[in-house]
């Protein structure tokens, strides 16, 4: 069976498309060192490593 060339038009597909848009990230606020960071993401303050709120890497270990 012959198909249409073209289901829908390029006007519709993008108009379609365009309610389509990336979300602001969710950012948060440390509350023991006060830095602002995107959630669930590590996160450096100073030379030092943390996520979750826990020291992951100190800086001085990183170094080595």
Same mark, same amino acid.
């Given at each position: +069976?012959?198909?249409? &060339? *073209?289901?829908?038009? &390029? +006007?519709?597909?993008?108009? %379609? %498309?365009?309610?389509? =848009?990336?979300?602001?990230?969710?950012?948060?606020?440390?509350?023991?060192?006060?830095?602002?960071?995107? %959630?669930? *993401?590590? $996160? &450096?303050?100073?030379?030092?490593? $943390? $996520?979750?709120? &826990?020291? #992951? =890497?100190?800086?001085?270990?990183? #170094?080595?």
């Amino acid at each position: +069976m012959p198909n249409p &060339k *073209r289901r829908f038009s &390029k +006007m519709r597909t993008a108009s %379609r %498309r365009s309610t389509k =848009v990336a979300g602001v990230p969710t950012l948060s606020k440390d509350p023991g060192t006060g830095e602002i960071h995107l %959630r669930h *993401r590590a $996160y &450096k303050v100073g030379e030092d490593l $943390y $996520y979750n709120g &826990k020291l #992951v =890497v100190s800086g001085s270990e990183a #170094v080595e």
